[in-house]
């Protein structure tokens, strides 16, 4: 778990994710016969079947991984050193009240997030109600704006900080959306090794978070036959919502995706999917998202269009910074992964 802790804790919003894409390079450099990457920061690692089997040639599998989260960047600096952010990715601004942050200034610096307004001792019944606009909300650096202006200036991203913990069944923290994918694909893919029958593709891909931008050029790149989108999903199994309406449930295994709002798996591969889970007895569920996509949504309609599919992690409490996946659930996308794989 600590390469997933590293992962989790590692600053990355869209467009500037590239301390994730160095952190994933230095922790799987042994595993790669080569990489690449583009032009957008999509990290492209490519490792070689072993020994081909038969005249065909292996079949092309592209594992996509986007390694953005939901951030920040400055938007302003305000008269008295404050900053105003512009969001990159869906925020709950309920869930943002009092964060501490990270800017990536000319160095790293601190600051706590709120929304402008009257604490709690002071708010009447109306100001209470009111729940702020994300742009609203501003970053306190507790510093004097000449210091401010030397450390920070616009267009410096801002990020949630929260430390990673295991906590009961789970493994807790921010941004597993998406991380939690990249920590499964390197396991799986370090699990069969050179044994696979395909020739693998892993991309860390980028900017999935403001609409899947990394993964069609990724796999505009490198042409799969087949691409599997990693990604976390929402798991609705709490109070206040209808069990009919959890999407998936927490410890309930790998979730196979049937739909989501980008994009409809391929049938075949659903239907692979399921066969092998329940051949090596991997636990696993069915996955349908009204709302919401993933990389396979860009992946399935580049040039004339990939077979393709999304293996999901079930996730509580998802863009918030107390994300949370239990860990059977990562060890059986681990094991369905590796098991196809190894097919
Ligand atoms: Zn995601």
């Known amino acids: 778990m600590e390469f997933l802790k590293q992962l989790s804790e590692m600053p990355g919003v869209p467009g500037r994710e590239e301390r994730v894409r160095e952190l994933i390079l230095s922790r799987t450099i042994d595993l790669w016969d080569d990489t690449r990457t583009d032009a957008l920061g999509d990290l492209i690692c490519h490792i070689k079947p072993g020994t081909i089997t038969g ?8 594992i996509a991984c986007h390694i953005d989260e939901i951030g920040f ?12 952010l512009q969001n990159v990715g869906g925020f709950d601004a309920r ?11 000319r160095r790293d610096v601190l600051g706590v997030l709120n929304p402008p307004g009257r604490p709690i001792h002071m708010a009447n019944e109306e100001e209470k109600k009111k729940i702020p606009e994300v742009g609203d909300f ?3 650096l507790f510093l004097p704006k000449k210091e401010v202006d030397k450390l ?9 900080v929260q430390p990673f913990e295991e906590i009961g069944e789970v493994v807790n923290g921010k941004c597993l959306d998406n991380r939690v994918a990249s920590w499964v694909a390197i396991n799986a893919i370090r699990k069969v090794g050179k044994k696979s ?3 693998i593709y892993y991309a860390a891909t980028v900017q999935e978070e403001v609409g899947c931008r990394g993964a069609g050029p990724t796999a505009f790149g490198v042409e799969p036959d087949i691409a599997i989108a990693v990604d976390t999903t929402l798991a609705c199994d709490t109070p ?5 309406d959890a999407i998936t449930q927490l410890g309930k295994g790998v979730a196979i995706k049937v739909m989501d709002g980008g994009s409809i798996s391929d049938r075949g591969l659903v239907d692979d999917f399921v066969a092998l889970a329940k051949k090596k007895k991997i636990t696993h569920q069915l996955e349908i998202l009204p709302r919401g996509a993933t990389d396979a949504a860009t992946m399935q309609r580049v040039r004339s269009s990939y ?11 998802i863009h918030t910074i107390c994300e949370s996946a239990h860990k059977k659930d990562l060890q059986a996308a681990v094991d369905l992964l590796a098991a196809w794989l190894g097919e």
């Open 138 to 140: 501003f970053v306190d």
């Open 307 to 317: 077979r393709t599919i999304t293996l999901s992690v079930p996730t509580r409490y």
């Open 197 to 199: 029958r395909y020739d």
């Open 73 to 84: 960047y400055v938007r302003a600096i305000d008269d008295k050193g404050r900053l105003r």
């Open 55 to 62: 005249k065909k040639p292996a079949l092309k599998v592209l």
């Open 240 to 244: 206040g919502i209808d069990p009919v």
């Open 95 to 105: 869930n943002l009240f009092a964060r501490r942050v990270m800017v990536q200034g």
């Open 152 to 160: 920070v200036q616009v267009g410096d991203p801002v990020t949630l």
